[in-house]
C-alpha cells in the first residue's frame, strides 16, 4: 500500500493515516502481527517521523517492515522497529532505498497452469515484473486441486495446493515448457544468499506454510536457475525464442 496523500495533508499525516489502513485493509486476517505493528507505528511521532522524511514511494509498510526485518533477522515489533530506526537510522535508510516490494509467490501457479495448459505446447513463458522468476517455474511443482494431483518434475519442489470452484478446466498434465524469461527493473537472484534472505523478508508473520513453500521453490530455482534480467538485458535473448 503506498503512502497517498489527500488535499490538506502533510506528510506525517499521509503516513499515519496509511499504516493504519494498512493495519486495518490489508493485515488484518492475515498477520495479527502486523496490523498490530501498523497500528504502532501510526501512534509513534518519531517512526511517523522517519517514515515522511523518505521519498513518497519508499514509505508503504511493506517495505518498512521487510527491511526492518532484513537487518534485525526476525519480524519487527514496536519497540525494535523503534530502536532500529533510533540507533541504525543510516542503516535502514540503505535497505529502504536500494530494495522494493518484490514478493514472489509461487502459489499463483496454481491459478495460472489451468489456463496456460490451454495453450499450444510447448510453451515458451516470458513474465514481466518477474522478481526472482519463481512464477516461471510452473513446470518443476506438483499440484494439488482437491484430490486431483499433477505430479512436477522437481520431486523436492513445493505441492501448491488450491481449491478449485466452478467449471475450472483441471488439466491432465502439466504443459511442457521449452523456454522461459523474465524481465523485471530490479531482478532477484536466488544463487545469492542476500536476494534468497530478502525474499524471504517479505512474507508476512503468521500467514501459514508460505515461508516454507518459498523455501521449497528457491531451493529448487537454485538447481536450475530460471532466466531473469532487465527489459534492457533481453533484446538479443528474445530474437533466439524458438
Request: glycine share 6%; with cysteine; proline share 10%.
Amino acid at each position: 500500500m503506498p503512502v497517498v496523500a489527500q488535499a490538506d495533508d502533510d506528510a506525517a499525516t499521509a503516513v499515519a493515516r496509511t499504516y493504519r489502513e494498512f493495519g486495518r485493509l490489508e493485515a488484518r486476517g492475515r498477520s495479527a502481527a502486523y496490523e498490530a505493528l501498523a497500528e504502532s507505528v501510526a501512534g509513534d511521532t518519531a517512526l511517523v517521523s522517519f517514515i515522511a522524511s523518505l521519498p513518497p514511494e519508499k514509505r508503504q509498510p511493506n517495505l518498512l517492515f521487510a527491511a526492518a526485518r532484513y537487518l534485525l533477522g526476525a519480524p519487527p515489533a514496536i519497540g525494535s522497529l523503534r530502536e532500529l530506526a533510533s540507533r541504525s537510522r543510516a542503516e535502514l535508510t540503505q535497505v529502504i532505498m536500494a530494495r522494493r516490494t518484490q514478493t514472489n509467490e509461487p502459489a499463483r501457479c496454481a491459478v495460472l497452469l489451468p489456463a496456460l495448459a490451454q495453450l499450444p505446447q510447448p510453451l515458451a513463458l516470458i513474465e514481466t515484473g518477474a522478481s526472482a522468476g519463481l512464477n516461471l517455474l510452473l513446470d518443476r511443482y506438483s499440484y494439488d486441486y482437491a484430490g486431483h494431483r499433477l505430479t512436477g518434475l522437481d520431486p523436492d519442489a513445493p505441492t501448491l495446493r488450491c481449491e478449485p470452484r466452478g467449471p475450472v478446466p483441471l488439466p491432465a498434465r502439466i504443459p511442457a515448457i521449452s523456454w522461459r524469461a523474465g524481465l523485471d527493473l530490479n531482478p532477484l537472484d536466488v544463487t545469492r544468499a542476500d536476494d534468497a534472505h530478502w525474499l524471504s523478508c517479505l512474507v508476512w508473520p503468521g500467514e501459514g506454510d508460505r515461508a516454507h513453500r518459498l523455501e521449497a521453490a528457491i531451493a529448487s530455482a537454485r538447481r536450475d536457475p530460471p532466466g531473469t534480467g532487465t527489459p534492457a538485458s533481453w533484446p538479443a535473448t528474445a530474437t533466439s525464442l524458438p
